[in-house]
């Protein structure tokens, strides 16, 4: 449990950009400094990072919510959640900067983050494309209905 939770720093340490809106004068992230990259999307609003010398870890993206594709409640939030995280993948896929900034953990013991792609927050980017509502925590949507 020790080595996890030292995992477990190493990888905010690593991947967790400061504080400041500009980007570094080499044209690359913090986040993609580091040598950390994406490298997965598990769905519309969570990804797997890879970093150097740490644990793959889940991040939770924060400041929307997609709709489920693990044990969606009808077909439709299925459907939909599918489509969120094609446009996320696709979103990523097409970036030439990455930048990540993570701040703390949930329940699941994901990491917390909010994600930029070309200088752009992806949480609006779903949201405008009608894929994703805002979300803070607490009930989530019902897309169901």
């Not at 993206?61 to 299925?78: S, W």
């Not at 990455?98 to 070309?118: E, P």
């Not at 752009?120 to 405008?128: K, T």
Request: positive net charge.
């Amino acid at each position: 449990m020790r080595l996890f939770a030292a995992l477990a720093t190493s990888v905010v340490v690593a991947c967790t950009a400061p504080e400041t809106p500009s980007a570094p004068a080499t044209g690359r992230s913090t986040f993609e400094q580091s040598g950390c990259r994406i490298s997965r999307v598990v769905d519309g609003d969570t990804i797997t990072i890879t970093c150097p010398d740490t644990a793959r870890r889940n991040v939770r993206l924060t400041g929307f919510d997609t709709p489920e594709t693990y044990k969606p409640q009808c077909a439709g939030e299925e459907r939909l959640g599918q489509a969120a995280t094609l446009h996320l993948r696709r979103l990523i896929a097409q970036a030439s900067m990455v930048d990540l900034r993570t701040s703390g953990t949930d329940r699941y013991g994901r990491l917390l983050g909010r994600l930029a792609l070309d200088g752009v927050d992806v949480a609006r980017a779903m949201i405008a494309e009608g894929l994703a509502v805002p979300y803070s925590g607490g009930k989530r949507r019902n897309w169901c209905v």
